[in-house]
């Protein structure tokens, strides 16, 4: 009986030496018997940001506004009337206008085209220049103090229908062109030309956008 006892109590002693051997054999093998292993962190969310940079273009110039009206060159025995501007003639940047008096003798029309820099104005100046002979027999052109580089020349359109006087002159980074018809051998004053040019030149000065 005592035998039986002590083989049964051994017995317990063996199963129970067993459990705690494999209970530290999963301790050591990194495995949790007793509760389950704890979550990882969450990795961090990182969010890629891009930064989109713009250059704004420049609103284009509605050079209309610059053009000298009838009332600016109407003076004591000359009453002008305007025509409706035109904006961007043959395509380029730039306006024209048509100035009448009541009396249909005498005409004034005024180009303004637009460069694409300061620096282009003097070749523009030349190639207007040298485009002269096609509205007028030019006589020696003298120079203007209107604008930079203004020039005057005088004469009369190629058929002899009319006087004609062309002021050419630039200012920043445009070119004018004003014309002065008149009856046969009688063009325009000097100081006509002179004044209507330097209110052109001073329009386009205040209103052109500073670059």
Same mark, same amino acid.
């Given at each position: 009986?005592?035998?039986?006892?002590?083989?049964?109590?051994?017995?317990?002693?063996?199963?129970?030496?067993?459990?705690?051997?494999?209970?530290?054999?999963?301790?050591?093998?990194? +495995?949790?018997?007793?509760? $389950? %292993? =704890?979550?990882?962190?969450? #990795?961090?969310?990182?969010? /890629?940001?891009?930064?989109? @940079?713009?250059?704004?273009?420049?609103?284009?110039?509605?050079?209309?506004?610059?053009?000298?009206?009838?009332?600016?060159?109407?003076?004591?025995?000359?009453?002008?009337?305007?025509?409706?501007?035109?904006?961007?003639?043959?395509?380029?940047?730039?306006?024209?206008?048509?100035?009448?008096?009541?009396?249909?003798?005498?005409?004034?029309?005024?180009?303004? +085209?637009?460069?694409?820099? $300061? %620096? =282009?104005?003097?070749?523009? #100046?030349?190639?207007?220049? /040298?485009?002269?002979?096609? @509205?007028?027999?030019?006589?020696?052109?003298?120079?203007?103090?209107?604008?930079?580089?203004?020039?005057?020349?005088?004469?009369?359109?190629?058929?002899?229908?009319?006087?004609?006087?062309?002021?050419?002159?630039?200012?920043?980074?445009?070119?004018?062109?004003?014309?002065?018809?008149?009856?046969?051998?009688?063009?325009?004053?000097?100081?006509?030309?002179?004044?209507?040019?330097?209110?052109?030149?001073?329009?386009?000065?205040?209103?052109?956008?500073?670059?």
């Amino acid at each position: 009986m005592r035998r039986k006892h002590a083989t049964r109590y051994a017995a317990t002693l063996v199963i129970a030496a067993v459990a705690l051997g494999t209970a530290a054999c999963d301790t050591e093998s990194g +495995v949790a018997t007793s509760k $389950p %292993a =704890a979550p990882a962190p969450p #990795l961090p969310i990182v969010t /890629a940001t891009t930064t989109t @940079s713009t250059t704004a273009k420049p609103a284009p110039v509605d050079y209309t506004r610059l053009l000298l009206q009838a009332r600016d060159i109407s003076g004591t025995g000359d009453t002008y009337i305007e025509q409706p501007p035109t904006p961007n003639p043959d395509s380029r940047p730039g306006a024209e206008v048509l100035l009448v008096n009541q009396e249909q003798t005498k005409a004034v029309s005024i180009l303004i +085209v637009g460069l694409d820099s $300061p %620096a =282009a104005a003097p070749s523009a #100046l030349a190639e207007a220049q /040298a485009s002269l002979a096609k @509205s007028v027999d030019p006589g020696p052109p003298q120079t203007s103090p209107v604008g930079t580089g203004g020039s005057v020349v005088s004469g009369n359109s190629p058929d002899g229908a009319k006087s004609v006087t062309v002021l050419l002159f630039t200012e920043g980074a445009t070119l004018a062109r004003v014309e002065f018809d008149g009856l046969p051998g009688q063009p325009a004053p000097a100081d006509f030309v002179t004044n209507v040019g330097q209110k052109q030149d001073i329009a386009l000065r205040v209103g052109l956008p500073t670059p």
